[in-house]
């Protein structure tokens, strides 16, 4: 039976911009009076664990440095308006075979979705500085602030699933990091991760298979991935 959903997971799933976001935590970090300065070894640790503002409060208890929540939240607020502007400098573009992937689903009737636990604002931003990117070409998009649990929590997949009407069986999730991995598997999908340029080391076993990205540098989707939907 050919797959009914694709369900791409973090943001890293559909464009780069890992690196963007720990210069923008930095600098919101500078500008808060903290001695914190992440270097990308320290960022890719971080990644280990999802969501920005869980990251700083794992960090501050870590640390003994810790921080309110509403401090937490005025950083994490002003790391997503710095970003967001970077990326409108930038423009990235998506990840190889991302927009054609979502063309293939979009003539063969398999929706798509776009499976986050990150903040509205944060896609926000992303769509509006990757032109080839619409909120319009996903059946639903999920943020934070629809489920009670982050990842590795399932709960943003199961939310999916039941706003597309599809079972777990009848869809394949794409995801960028072990934590995000193991939230799809959680809730009963097959996996394809496709880690990114600070997430490439991480243990990915859970997943069904693990490719660089979804396409080559043509956007030709990898058959594998054809071979998963059908």
């Given at each position: 039976?050919?797959?009914?959903?694709?369900?791409?997971?973090?943001?890293?799933?559909?464009?780069?911009?890992?690196?963007?976001?720990?210069?923008?935590?930095?600098?919101?970090?500078?500008?808060?009076?903290?001695?914190?300065?992440?270097?990308?070894?320290?960022?890719?640790?971080?990644?280990?664990?999802?969501?920005?503002?869980?990251?700083?409060?794992?960090?501050?208890?870590?640390?003994?440095?810790?921080?309110?929540?509403?401090?937490?939240?005025?950083?994490?607020?002003?790391?997503?308006?710095?970003?967001?502007?970077?990326?409108l400098i930038v423009r990235?573009?998506?990840?190889?075979?991302?927009?054609?992937?979502?063309?293939?689903?979009?003539?063969?009737?398999?929706?798509?979705?776009?499976?986050?636990?990150?903040?509205?604002?944060?896609?926000?931003a992303i769509f509006a500085?990757?032109?080839?990117?619409?909120?319009?070409?996903?059946?639903?998009?999920?943020?934070?602030?629809?489920?009670?649990?982050?990842?590795?929590?399932?709960?943003?997949?199961?939310?999916?699933l039941g706003n597309l009407?599809?079972?777990?069986?009848?869809?394949?999730?794409?995801?960028?990091?072990?934590?995000?991995?193991?939230?799809?598997?959680?809730?009963?999908?097959?996996?394809?991760?496709?880690?990114?340029?600070?997430?490439?080391?991480?243990?990915?076993?859970?997943?069904?298979?693990?490719?660089?990205?979804?396409?080559?540098?043509?956007?030709?989707?990898?058959?594998?991935?054809?071979?998963?939907?059908?």
């Amino acid at each position: 039976m050919t797959k009914a959903a694709v369900l791409f997971g973090s943001i890293g799933t559909v464009v780069e911009s890992s690196d963007i976001q720990r210069r923008a935590y930095n600098q919101a970090l500078q500008e808060s009076g903290s001695t914190w300065s992440w270097d990308r070894e320290t960022y890719t640790e971080l990644l280990s664990q999802s969501g920005g503002k869980e990251r700083l409060s794992m960090l501050a208890s870590a640390t003994g440095a810790p921080l309110s929540d509403a401090e937490i939240a005025t950083i994490h607020t002003r790391k997503t308006q710095l970003s967001g502007e970077a990326l409108l400098i930038v423009r990235p573009s998506p990840r190889p075979g991302v927009a054609e992937l979502i063309a293939y689903c979009k003539s063969h009737k398999i929706k798509v979705a776009f499976v986050t636990t990150t903040y509205r604002a944060n896609l926000d931003a992303i769509f509006a500085a990757v032109d080839e990117l619409s909120p319009d070409d996903f059946d639903y998009v999920g943020t934070r602030d629809d489920v009670e649990h982050g990842k590795p929590a399932p709960d943003a997949f199961v939310a999916a699933l039941g706003n597309l009407g599809v079972a777990a069986g009848h869809a394949l999730a794409i995801e960028d990091t072990a934590v995000s991995v193991m939230s799809a598997k959680r809730a009963g999908l097959k996996v394809v991760a496709t880690p990114g340029e600070l997430s490439v080391g991480q243990d990915l076993w859970q997943a069904d298979l693990v490719l660089d990205n979804i396409g080559d540098s043509s956007g030709a989707i990898d058959p594998r991935i054809l071979a998963l939907l059908a």
